[in-house]
């Protein structure tokens, strides 16, 4: 099955500051997907992010405070812009893997995020 | 609305024992995918076993099985023998089979497994 490396896997940042995150795929995936979890909870969707178009953004989340890159078939970023406490979170990267009969989701290993 | 509803916010089983988790789902489609992941402490998110809402047959892999239940709109995970290791958060998900395959996700299960 693939494997997606995540990086960071953790980082404290200042508020107002922005932080890039970046996924890498060990095959070419179609579809990347971005969720942010707080701990104990569920996972949120962020965006879909396909190759080749403008990613797809759930309700709740934009793209000036979400800009994501896909600029090839194994490689996504997200950036949180203009951090706050509130972004406080796990962030992780995840991947529809294997044929269109029998696929599944891959995930990164998650950023952990704190916001001074 | 597609959604997926996970009853049971906390489990525990005692090791070597086996536990059902419930999840229950709501669709108008007729062709999804469901799905059952764990997340340990670590966070990484482990794909435990999957079903095609056109297999009638349950999924198996080793010690974890589903009772799918198409009509019931139901898909519960059994896992036998339960191994200190099992212990983590449990996610059902479930997915469409369009275009537009994005996870739908449950609240979670948090299994714990006592020695």
């Known amino acids: 099955s693939a494997v997606i490396s995540q990086k960071p896997s953790r980082d404290i940042c200042q508020r107002g500051t922005s932080l890039t995150i970046q996924c890498q795929v060990d095959?070419?995936?179609?579809?990347m997907f971005w969720y942010r979890q707080q701990p104990g909870q569920s996972l949120t969707l962020i965006a879909t992010?396909?190759?080749?178009?403008?990613?797809?953004?759930e309700s709740g989340f934009v793209i000036d405070k979400f800009p994501i890159s896909r600029p090839n078939l194994t490689f996504s970023t997200l950036t949180v812009s203009n951090m706050s406490p509130e972004d406080s979170s796990i962030y992780l990267c995840?991947?529809?893997?294997?044929?269109?009969?029998?696929?599944?989701?891959?995930f990164g290993s998650g950023t952990r995020l704190t916001v001074v | 609305a597609q959604t997926v509803t996970q009853s049971q916010p906390e489990m525990s089983v005692q090791e070597a024992e086996t536990v059902t988790l419930s999840c229950t789902y709501d669709?108008?489609?007729?062709?999804?995918?469901l799905f059952w992941y764990k997340q340990p402490p670590s966070r990484q998110m482990i794909l435990v076993i999957r079903?095609?809402?056109?297999k009638q047959q349950n999924a198996t892999e080793n010690r974890f099985s589903v009772n799918f239940q198409k009509a019931a709109k139901s898909f519960s995970l059994k896992i036998s023998d339960s191994q200190l290791g099992d212990a983590a958060m449990y996610f059902c998900?479930?997915?469409?089979?369009?275009?537009?395959?994005?996870?739908?996700w449950g609240l979670g299960t948090s299994l714990a497994v006592n020695p």
């Open positions: 079903q095609e809402a056109y």
């Open positions: 992010a396909n190759q080749g178009s403008e990613a797809t953004y």
């Open positions: 995840s991947a529809r893997t294997g044929s269109v009969s029998n696929y599944g989701y891959t």
């Open positions: 998900a479930f997915t469409n089979a369009g275009n537009n395959r994005k996870l739908i």
């Open positions: 095959s070419q995936v179609t579809m």
């Open positions: 669709t108008s489609e007729s062709d999804y995918y």
